[in-house]
């Protein structure tokens, strides 16, 4: 299935850097510890923040 996806050009290898995927992670947990404080106020807000922390 993943070879599928990349000759299909949904997804594209790239050489990883062990430094990026760990600041990527940071990123991620910042976004989310940020989305659950809003969550009360801003559930729009929350989500999109969530969501782009998947990203």
Same mark, same amino acid.
């Given at each position: 299935? =993943?070879?599928? =996806?990349? &000759? %299909?050009? +949904?997804? &594209?290898?790239? @050489? /990883? *850097?062990?430094? &990026?995927?760990? %600041?990527?992670? &940071? =990123?991620? %947990?910042?976004? =989310? @510890?940020?989305a659950?404080?809003?969550?009360? /106020?801003? /559930? ?6 969530? +969501? *782009?922390?998947?990203?």
């Open positions: 299935m =993943l070879q599928k =996806l990349i &000759k %299909e050009g +949904y997804i &594209k290898k790239i @050489k /990883t *850097n062990p430094i &990026k995927v760990d %600041e990527s992670i &940071k =990123l991620a %947990e910042r976004d =989310l @510890k940020v659950q404080q809003i969550i009360n /106020t801003d /559930t729009d807000w929350a989500f999109n923040i969530a +969501y *782009n922390s998947i990203l």
